[in-house]
């Protein structure tokens, strides 16, 4: 369990986290979901201690990462897979990392399987890797201690498509198993696949969230007749709001069940009826962090 409470974090004046609050449960995968700076990778950095908050705090487990005891072997990071000393090989950093851990030297072989980097691939410097060959590294890195909680700040940046679907397997398979984790992306196609439960950040404050079945729900319901005007008269005497939508059809909030009583009352035909999930979670975080993009950035270089 992740538990964030509160966090804030500040560089300079300006606010990259604005009080963020939320819990990733085993068994599931949580998608981190927010345009690029609004604040998911400084968020998933104080998480893992590397950052220290303004305000508020971050446990895994109920402790502070930085009191985890061999953390490695309890939370597998992977915030940036190009930040590894590129002189070194990807077999070279699995090793160290065992070593650190206290973990058999098997687990390296185990753990390049399991990301498909050949031992041909392993013996090369990482300055030489692709970012996809980087980011099967980082995730064998932080598996390498068989921890219960994954952290991955956008680890499908940079993977094939083979690679994507081999890495949303790897992960469902892994909190199948019941194991925690939080995934980040700035794309909503990734969370929308392999998210169970989806966290909205915009502009460093958490926009929406919930499980991945209530956030597609309030996508509401598209409805199209032959009579638009009589449609529009019937949702309008129900109560219900309505927006044009495209295809010439129109928009609710309400749930397809409540459109259609509403119109079959009204006795109007319809031509269409089914929920808004053509657009589904990219509509809505469109919306919602359409306006809250960041316009002006902040002097660079302030250090955490
Ligand atoms: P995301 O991961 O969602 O793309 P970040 O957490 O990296 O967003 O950044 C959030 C905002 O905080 C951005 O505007 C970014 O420029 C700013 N920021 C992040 N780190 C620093 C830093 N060390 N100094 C100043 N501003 C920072």
């Not at 700040?153 to 994507?164: K, Q, S, V």
């Not at 397997?169 to 909503?188: F, K």
């Not at 657009?279 to 316009?295: I, K, W, Y």
């Amino acid at each position: 369990m992740i538990t964030v409470q509160g966090l804030t974090k500040m560089y300079g004046g300006f606010k990259a986290v604005d009080d963020v609050s939320f819990e990733c449960r085993p068994g599931a995968v949580t998608g981190f979901l927010g345009p690029n700076g609004a604040g998911k990778s400084t968020t998933m950095r104080i998480i893992a201690g590397l950052t220290p908050p303004t305000a508020g705090e971050a446990r895994i487990g109920g402790i502070l990462y930085q009191d985890i005891p061999n953390p490695g072997t309890q939370v597998g990071v992977l915030l940036d897979a190009s930040a590894q000393h590129g002189g070194r090989t990807g077999r070279e950093i699995l090793t160290m990392s065992a070593i650190m851990m206290g973990l058999p030297m098997s687990r390296v072989d185990e753990m390049l399987n399991l990301v498909s980097l050949t031992a041909g691939e392993s013996k090369r410097r990482v300055r030489n890797y692709s970012l996809g060959m980087r980011q099967r590294l980082g995730i064998a890195n932080a598996l390498l201690g068989d921890p219960k909680i994954l952290i991955l700040d956008e680890p499908a940046n940079g993977l094939d498509p083979a690679g994507i679907h081999w890495m949303r397997s790897l992960l469902r398979e892994y909190a199948n198993r019941g194991g925690t984790v939080l995934l980040s992306s700035h794309l909503l196609h990734e969370i929308e696949v392999i998210a169970d439960e989806i966290i909205v950040i915009g502009n460093g404050r958490i926009v929406a969230e919930g499980t991945k079945a209530e956030l597609l729900q309030t996508a509401g319901t598209f409805v199209k007749a032959g009579d638009m005007s009589a449609l529009a008269n019937a949702l309008t005497s129900a109560g219900i709001t309505a927006s044009p939508s495209g295809d010439a059809g129109l928009r609710t909030e309400a749930d397809p069940e409540t459109v259609g009583k509403a119109v079959a009352t009204a006795g109007v035909a319809l031509v269409e009826l089914r929920p808004a999930e053509g657009a589904g979670l990219e509509e809505m975080f469109l919306e919602l962090t359409g306006d809250t993009q960041r316009e002006q950035r902040p002097t660079e270089g302030v250090q955490a």
